[in-house]
């Protein structure tokens, strides 16, 4: 079985922010929809009642002529086409009515939940400057290792060559405590966003 929270990460961890702003903003689109919906269901109504006004004149044409057969069919056809209408109307009502309930639930949620994706939020800040902290420790590692390298080739003093390799060193460490850093943050990281997910 596919679960959201096993798929929704986002490049550069950025699934949550995704995840925050539709929430977020999911209040906004649900008034829009019933703003949308409302102006719908007014022309439909307006609709249906010049539907109904029109069926009313077809029954004060005289019935005399060849034409008498047409005018009850028309007029009991225009008569259930407003009633279709009508029931559009209602069902329009009916769905703002259930949105309106959506929209305030969401809202409810929204100021619930707001403070815990608080930490959720600075969890994401921190994994992705971690991340950009970790990639420029590599960088830095593989270029003192590079120096290394070239203080060997170059036939550079034993003192060059140790203190390229004191550098290397030191920046190994800083290398391997951020990757453990990092892990520990990316653990956390994935338990929070587990939760802000499933939420």
């Known amino acids: 079985m596919v679960l959201f929270e096993d798929h929704f990460w ?3 961890n950025a699934g ?3 995840l925050y702003h539709n929430m977020k903003y999911g209040n ?6 019933v703003e949308f919906l409302r102006e719908r269901s007014a022309v439909e109504e307006v609709y249906a009642k010049s539907l109904l006004k029109l ?3 077809a029954t004060q044409v005289t019935q005399l002529g060849t034409f ?3 005018w009850g069919v028309l007029r009991v056809a225009t008569e259930k086409l407003a009633n279709a209408h009508l029931q559009v109307v ?3 009502q009916d769905l703002i009515k259930d949105l309106k309930d959506y929209g305030d639930k969401q809202k409810e949620r929204h100021k619930q939940y707001k403070e815990e994706f608080s930490s ?5 800040q921190t994994i992705q400057t971690m991340t950009a902290n970790l990639v420029k420790a ?4 593989y270029a003192r290792c590079q120096e290394v390298e070239k203080s060997r080739k170059d036939g550079s003093g034993t003192k060059d060559v140790e203190k390229a390799e004191a550098k290397m060193k030191k920046a190994a460490e800083e290398y391997k405590l951020l990757v453990e850093k990092r892990e520990i943050i990316r653990n956390d990281f994935h338990d929070k966003m587990v939760d802000a997910s499933k939420v």
């Open 68 to 70: 008498e057969p047409l």
């Open 55 to 57: 069926a009313k004149s």
């Open 16 to 18: 949550f922010d995704v």
């Open 120 to 124: 959720t939020a600075e969890i994401v």
């Open 28 to 33: 906004n689109a649900s008034c829009k929809l």
């Open 138 to 141: 590599k960088e830095a590692y």
């Open 10 to 12: 986002g490049e550069r």
């Open 90 to 92: 209602t069902r329009f």
